[in-house]
Protein backbone atom coordinates (compact mmCIF):
# COMPACT_ATOMS: atom_id res chain seq x y z
CA UNK A 1 0.00 0.00 0.00
CA UNK A 2 1.73 3.19 -1.15
CA UNK A 3 1.36 6.00 1.41
CA UNK A 4 2.62 10.30 1.12
CA UNK A 5 3.96 11.42 4.58
CA UNK A 6 4.52 14.71 5.24
CA UNK A 7 6.56 16.82 8.25
CA UNK A 8 8.05 20.02 8.70
CA UNK A 9 5.12 22.07 8.49
CA UNK A 10 4.70 24.34 12.09
CA UNK A 11 4.23 27.91 13.17
CA UNK A 12 6.99 30.66 11.73
CA UNK A 13 6.55 34.35 11.78
CA UNK A 14 5.60 35.96 8.84
CA UNK A 15 8.95 36.23 6.76
CA UNK A 16 10.44 33.12 8.14
CA UNK A 17 11.25 29.91 6.33
CA UNK A 18 9.89 26.32 6.73
CA UNK A 19 11.14 22.83 4.95
CA UNK A 20 8.23 20.72 4.08
CA UNK A 21 9.68 17.28 3.31
CA UNK A 22 7.60 14.26 1.66
CA UNK A 23 8.45 10.48 1.97
CA UNK A 24 6.83 7.95 -0.51
CA UNK A 25 6.25 4.35 1.16
CA UNK A 26 5.24 1.16 -0.01
CA UNK A 27 5.14 -0.84 -3.71
CA UNK A 28 5.98 1.78 -5.97
CA UNK A 29 7.09 1.21 -9.46
CA UNK A 30 7.97 4.49 -10.50
CA UNK A 31 6.98 8.10 -9.19
CA UNK A 32 6.32 10.48 -12.21
CA UNK A 33 5.55 14.06 -11.24
CA UNK A 34 5.16 15.05 -7.85
CA UNK A 35 4.05 18.09 -6.44
CA UNK A 36 3.16 20.38 -3.32
CA UNK A 37 -0.88 21.55 -2.87
CA UNK A 38 -1.94 23.91 0.02
CA UNK A 39 -5.55 24.24 1.22
CA UNK A 40 -6.71 27.55 3.84
CA UNK A 41 -9.78 27.73 5.64
CA UNK A 42 -13.12 28.09 3.04
CA UNK A 43 -10.73 27.84 0.04
CA UNK A 44 -10.49 25.41 -2.45
CA UNK A 45 -6.85 23.19 -2.93
CA UNK A 46 -4.61 25.05 -4.90
CA UNK A 47 -1.45 24.01 -6.47
CA UNK A 48 1.91 25.29 -5.25
CA UNK A 49 4.42 23.78 -7.19
CA UNK A 50 5.31 20.43 -9.30
CA UNK A 51 8.13 18.78 -10.26
CA UNK A 52 8.86 16.30 -12.91
CA UNK A 53 10.61 12.98 -12.49
CA UNK A 54 13.12 14.78 -14.53
CA UNK A 55 13.83 17.30 -12.20
CA UNK A 56 12.14 20.29 -13.80
CA UNK A 57 10.00 22.63 -11.92
CA UNK A 58 7.23 24.53 -11.98
CA UNK A 59 5.83 27.26 -9.42
CA UNK A 60 2.82 28.80 -8.77
CA UNK A 61 3.19 32.83 -9.80
CA UNK A 62 2.93 34.04 -6.18
CA UNK A 63 5.88 31.71 -4.90
CA UNK A 64 7.92 31.89 -7.21
CA UNK A 65 11.55 33.37 -6.37
CA UNK A 66 10.64 32.39 -2.56
CA UNK A 67 9.64 28.81 -2.74
CA UNK A 68 12.04 25.93 -4.31
CA UNK A 69 10.45 22.29 -4.99
CA UNK A 70 13.63 19.36 -4.98
CA UNK A 71 12.71 16.03 -5.23
CA UNK A 72 15.58 13.04 -4.20
CA UNK A 73 14.20 9.88 -6.67
CA UNK A 74 16.25 7.41 -5.19
CA UNK A 75 14.81 8.54 -1.42
CA UNK A 76 11.33 8.56 -3.02
CA UNK A 77 11.29 12.02 -1.52
CA UNK A 78 10.36 15.52 -2.49
CA UNK A 79 10.77 18.84 -0.36
CA UNK A 80 9.56 22.10 -0.43
CA UNK A 81 11.64 24.74 0.88
CA UNK A 82 9.38 27.89 1.80
CA UNK A 83 11.31 31.74 2.11
CA UNK A 84 9.70 35.35 2.91
CA UNK A 85 6.48 33.04 4.48
CA UNK A 86 3.34 35.53 4.18
CA UNK A 87 0.51 35.00 6.95
CA UNK A 88 -2.07 34.71 3.37
CA UNK A 89 0.04 31.56 2.96
CA UNK A 90 -1.25 30.01 5.96
CA UNK A 91 -2.78 26.94 5.07
CA UNK A 92 -2.61 22.59 4.66
CA UNK A 93 -0.08 22.05 2.59
CA UNK A 94 -0.10 18.66 1.15
CA UNK A 95 2.07 15.94 -0.98
CA UNK A 96 0.56 14.51 -3.91
CA UNK A 97 2.53 11.83 -6.31
CA UNK A 98 1.47 10.82 -9.73
CA UNK A 99 3.01 6.97 -9.54
CA UNK A 100 2.40 3.96 -10.78
CA UNK A 101 2.24 0.91 -8.74
CA UNK A 102 2.98 -2.01 -11.25
CA UNK A 103 4.43 -1.15 -14.86
CA UNK A 104 1.21 -3.01 -16.19
CA UNK A 105 -0.80 -0.62 -14.71
CA UNK A 106 -1.94 3.24 -14.76
CA UNK A 107 -0.32 5.79 -12.74
CA UNK A 108 -2.49 7.24 -10.88
CA UNK A 109 -2.45 10.49 -8.05
CA UNK A 110 -1.80 9.48 -4.15
CA UNK A 111 -2.00 12.21 -1.82
CA UNK A 112 -0.75 12.51 1.92
CA UNK A 113 -2.28 13.55 4.86
CA UNK A 114 -0.87 17.34 5.15
CA UNK A 115 0.72 19.76 7.33
CA UNK A 116 -0.01 22.48 8.96
CA UNK A 117 1.69 25.85 8.18
CA UNK A 118 0.42 28.88 10.22
CA UNK A 119 2.29 31.56 9.32
CA UNK A 120 1.74 34.84 12.17
CA UNK A 121 1.92 38.19 11.13
Known amino acids: QVQLVESGGGLVQAGG???LSCAASGSIYVIN????Y????GKQR???AGITSGGTPNYRDSVRGRFTISRDNAKKMVYLQM???KPEET???YCNANLRVRF?????DYWGLGTQ???SA
Open 17 to 19: SLR
Open 33 to 36: DMAW
Open 38 to 41: RQAP
Open 46 to 48: ELV
Open 83 to 85: NSL
Open 91 to 93: AVY
Open 104 to 108: WEPPR
Open 117 to 119: VTV
